[in-house]
């Protein structure tokens, strides 16, 4: 979910959810930890140990239908608690393409 601040200094208002696929019955997972590398490209980890990452569209907004779209995904077969990016030169090159022309 993305949330903004809402109309009080101490709300939250939801203004659009990341899509997501049909968990299997009785799975459902929290996110543990996100990690923005560069603006538009963030990695979130998730307690089943799910690992995807996901780029904002180039000049979209948040709010806008399909603003979101998912690299790629990758089940480590650990229940993650935190999550933390090193990444090595080229990194981005070879994990998202579309990334590093708008950066």
Not at 18 to 40: D, Q, Y
Not at 53 to 59: I, K, Y
């Amino acid at each position: 979910r993305v949330l903004q601040p809402g109309s009080s200094a101490t709300s939250l208002v939801e203004v659009c959810r990341l899509p997501t696929e049909k968990p299997e019955k009785g799975v459902r997972s929290r996110v543990k930890a996100i990690t923005r590398i560069v603006s538009g490209f963030f990695v979130v980890g998730l307690s089943s140990g799910r690992i995807e990452a996901w780029r904002l569209a180039e000049h979209a907004e948040v709010t806008d239908e399909g603003a979101f779209s998912k690299l790629w995904a990758v089940e480590t077969g650990a229940r993650l608690t935190c999550l933390t990016l090193c990444p090595a030169a080229g990194f981005l090159e070879q994990a998202a393409p579309l990334v590093t022309k708008a950066v």
